[in-house]
């Protein structure tokens, strides 16, 4: 499973709440977030390493997150210094990423918080390990189109920002609808405000285990999902070792168990290949949805007997540019943004590293925006926007990102103009099923 299927544990994700750093002065309250992480994570990627090295199988990525950093500098207007504190502290510990420069206005937005807002694309194009979030919607509390278009124009910037890397910043940032608050996976991660003081969560793969089991599947559709179930339990079982062990050494909390199948660039290591492997010609032919759907219930339904606590996201990925399967689809273009759109009813997250013409007006990333987050708030599920408008390149070029994060083609967009209803700001009312109390 580890040599030829590419079984990996894809992160272990410290979760650091910093509200004990909460001061009235930015100097101190930068210098109490670099202490404190320092103290919590110093040891994380050697102890990452050690236990992948005595169970054998790899731990990809260490990662930490911390609480919503728009909520730790409210009372310091100190965003500008937290940051300098964040990155010091991630290329200190060792790290591969940092989540949590993060902001919650899924109702309302404080002036505080649209200036903490506005400060993300410099951050993003500043520092290498930082990545951000805006939670903008939620079930309860609907849509908030003021921070839905303020996203769109920092999507903008930050692709401005860093033009002579494809612009990279934008495969740091995303944009979520009813955002969990133990996911482990970059680049959306934050420690929730209810989250204990130091938490260890982590998160599994292993799709090309999946795709090799379904290679001796030859029945009908109930037991294809029954080998799915089967394998995703044997994946979360070594999860759940990793965690607890984590959480052990580190004297932190064990959080959860993330069940996601996450792919990698890597031939043999993606989650198209599994669709097609169930009897798809091609990921985004017509079935796609179909077979999305299955997968996910079964991945969380085989996990769920694995752990007692599983978290996070928990089901199936999709970013184009991480899936090998999934950029040969889009290069040939069976697989189209609609076709992505519509798969996101179902699967874990939503529109995923996916890069679009640097021309694209921040208005219709606004529109995509505001479509993904009606499918996350109406379906009660997580959804996400991570798109890249890469400055100089139009559809067809190759857009070039480095790692886990890959490489894709550029997608074409409808270009017809949204700009009077992301003009219209306000509200979208939340649906008639968030009246549950």
């Known amino acids: 499973m ?7 544990v894809r992160t272990i994700t410290m979760g650091i709440s910093l509200f004990d750093c909460i001061t009235d002065s930015p100097t101190r309250t930068a210098d109490k977030i670099y202490d404190k992480i320092m103290r919590k994570a110093g040891n994380l990627v050697s102890t990452g ?5 005595e169970i054998g199988v790899p731990i990809v990525n260490k990662r930490i997150s911390v609480t919503p950093v728009s909520l730790v500098t409210a009372a310091s207007k100190g965003h500008e210094q937290a940051i300098k504190a964040l990155d010091k502290a991630a290329a200190e510990t060792g790290i591969d990423f940092l989540g949590g420069y993060s902001a919650l206005v899924h109702k309302g937005m404080t ?21 951000s979030s805006v939670n903008v919607a939620s079930t309860k509390a609907g849509i908030n189109m003021d921070a839905v278009a303020m996203c769109g124009k920092i999507i903008k910037q930050a692709a401005l920002l860093t033009k002579d890397s494809d612009s990279s910043a934008c495969t740091k940032l995303v944009v979520f609808a009813n955002a969990v608050e133990d996911n482990p996976f970059m680049a959306g991660a934050f420690l929730g405000v209810g989250e204990a003081d130091c938490v260890i969560n982590v998160g599994v793969s292993g799709p090309g285990v999946v795709a090799a089991a379904l290679k001796q599947c030859h029945g009908d559709l109930s037991e294809v999902a029954e080998v799915i179930k089967e394998t995703a339990f044997k994946i979360t079982r070594v999860g759940q070792l990793v965690a607890k062990e984590a959480s052990k050494r580190l004297n ?15 031939v043999g290591d993606s989650v198209a290949q599994i669709l097609e492997e169930i009897g ?7 079935g796609t949805t179909a077979t999305l759907a299955m997968l996910n219930d079964a991945v969380k339904k085989g996990g769920t007997m694995a752990s007692s606590h599983v978290g996070g996201l928990s089901g199936a990925f999709i970013p184009v540019s991480e899936d090998a399967g999934m950029i040969a689809a889009a290069e040939s273009g069976a697989l189209t943004l609609e076709k992505l759109e519509a798969m996101t009813a179902v699967c874990s997250v939503g529109l995923d590293m996916i890069a679009i013409p640097g021309d694209v007006s921040e208005e219709i990333i606004s529109a995509m925006i505001a479509d993904e987050m009606s499918i996350g ?15 100089g390149k139009k559809a067809g070029d190759w857009a070039t990102f480095g790692g886990l994060l890959g490489n894709a083609p550029i997608m074409e967009v409808n270009r017809k103009s949204p700009l009077k209803f992301i003009s219209r700001g306000g509200r979208i009312p939340a649906p008639a099923h968030s009246l549950k109390n």
């Open 252 to 266: 932190a909390q064990f959080g959860i168990v993330d069940l996601s199948l996450a792919p990698t660039p890597a």
């Open 280 to 286: 798809l010609e091609s990921v985004g032919a017509y």
């Open 2 to 8: 580890v040599s030829r299927q590419h079984l990996d």
């Open 49 to 53: 390493n050690a236990i992948s090295a």
């Open 111 to 131: 002036p505080y918080e649209r200036e903490f807002i506005e400060s993300i694309p410099h951050a993003l194009a500043s520092t290498a390990k930082i990545c």
């Open 377 to 391: 708030v109406i379906n009660c599920k997580t959804t996400a926007v991570r798109v890249i408008p890469v400055y």
